[in-house]
């Protein structure tokens, strides 16, 4: 195998440093030195529209700068304002962003909904929502699981009944993300209650505003307020916005489609942190909070973490070698999103052993917080790393039937 760039993507890589270098706001560069507690949620698209008076400034000079050579959305095709990149140009956009720290549009609707219109909207549908979501004048949020269908998700029963050239939805999702701050929706709905559970499920996208809607926060336990309840009671959504065919909406949500999955940045972000924390309590403020032998403790936990850490940065190069052949990853995304979920979960509690009491420190602005809180804070959010996008249980199971051909049930 060979890790090194073809003359191509050197020079395309060199290109994204120099963009970077060149564009990347200094609001963006100071929260990058500082290193603080990054959460569950942000990007640019939040800044521009909740940030504060120089976030906004410094999202809309970035969003900007993205815009104009269709960076925003990498993975769409130029037509539609993207990059028309290759899986391969992807990867090495997504790995020098994330060692530069700088700030790409994650979120629902770039993300998620973007390319699925790409692939089931129509003409109208396109042009109506994927400019605004480009610009992020649309903040999209996902309505797909609920109180009774999480992993389970095809159990769902939030009914959308069909009057005339509306549906009327009622019913309750759960852990929707960013609810409280975007102004559109999309979820899946069931639209025939007869049919077998996959089957009449209708894929729908909505106004937040519509009269019916409403959204309750969900506090995490790190006090953080990232997802939602959402309610309906007799909300009324245009039958324009049914995205693909009414009742084969599971088809619509479950698309995967060929947008970067290697998760590179994952594996450079946990690799960052790492560097971080050895030179912290090695020769950075850190040495004196592991003076009682906390680093003597875990270093071969930190240096076994190290490793683990290569072996996720090299097995994304597997998941985008198969990209660039034309191979749409199935088992081995699976694999990825597992591996790097339970890993964050280890290092941060290596960390946090290693600092000991120091880590009962939560604010990152306490003297005594261990490199800012970062690990402790992580700590708490990366509980919910190894249930979100799938639980590790159901990553396991498509491993073992479809990576390693063992029999169900």
Do not use: C
Request: hydrophobic share 35%; no cysteine; charged share 20%.
């Amino acid at each position: 195998m060979d890790w090194g760039d073809t003359p191509e993507q050197g020079q395309f890589r060199q290109q994204v440093r120099e963009f970077i270098h060149s564009n990347l706001p200094d609001y963006y560069r100071r929260k990058a030195a500082e290193k603080r507690p990054h959460g569950l949620e942000g990007d640019w698209q939040e800044d521009l529209v909740h940030g504060s008076d120089e976030a906004k400034a410094a999202a809309k000079e970035w969003a900007a700068a993205l815009n104009d050579r269709g960076w925003a959305a990498p993975h769409w095709p130029t037509q539609y304002g993207g990059g028309g990149m290759s899986p391969m140009e992807q990867f090495i956009y997504n790995a020098e962003m994330a060692e530069a720290n700088a700030p790409i549009v994650g979120g629902q609707g770039l993300s998620l909904l973007g390319p699925t219109l790409l692939v089931h909207g129509t003409e109208e549908q396109r042009q109506r929502f994927l400019a605004p979501t480009l610009r992020g004048e649309i903040l999209w949020a996902q309505g797909f699981s609920e109180p009774g269908a999480g992993s389970d998700l095809a159990s769902l029963q939030t009914r959308a009944t069909r009057d005339g050239d509306e549906y009327i939805v009622n019913g309750q999702k759960m852990w929707t993300s960013t609810a409280h701050k975007s102004n559109w929706l999309f979820g899946m709905f069931r639209t025939d209650p007869e049919a077998p559970k996959h089957r009449g499920i209708s894929f729908l996208v909505m106004d937040m505003t519509t009269p019916g809607l409403s959204v309750r926060p969900i506090i995490s336990m790190g006090w953080e307020h990232a997802t939602n309840e959402t309610f309906y009671e007799d909300v009324r959504v245009p039958r324009a916005n049914l995205v693909g065919e009414e009742n084969r909406g599971w088809y619509v949500g479950v698309t995967l489609l060929d947008f970067e999955r290697s998760n590179i940045a994952g594996a450079v972000q946990t690799r960052r942190e790492l560097d971080d924390l050895i030179a912290n309590v090695t020769s950075g403020p850190g040495k004196e909070q592991v003076q009682h032998g906390g680093v003597q403790r875990e270093r071969h936990a930190i240096a076994e973490h190290y490793i683990e850490s290569e072996v996720m940065f090299n097995y994304s190069f597997r998941i985008i070698s198969m990209q660039a052949r034309g191979i749409v990853p199935n088992y081995e995304a699976s694999t990825s999103k597992m591996y790097h979920s339970e890993l964050v979960q280890r290092v941060s509690r290596t960390a946090i052993k290693a600092y000991g009491l120091y880590s009962n420190v939560w604010d990152p602005d306490e003297k005594w917080a261990a490199q800012k809180g970062l690990f402790t804070q992580s700590n708490v959010h990366s509980v919910v790393g190894t249930i979100a996008g799938g639980s590790s249980e159901i990553q396991r199971n498509i491993i073992a039937t479809r990576g390693l051909g063992l029999p169900r049930g």
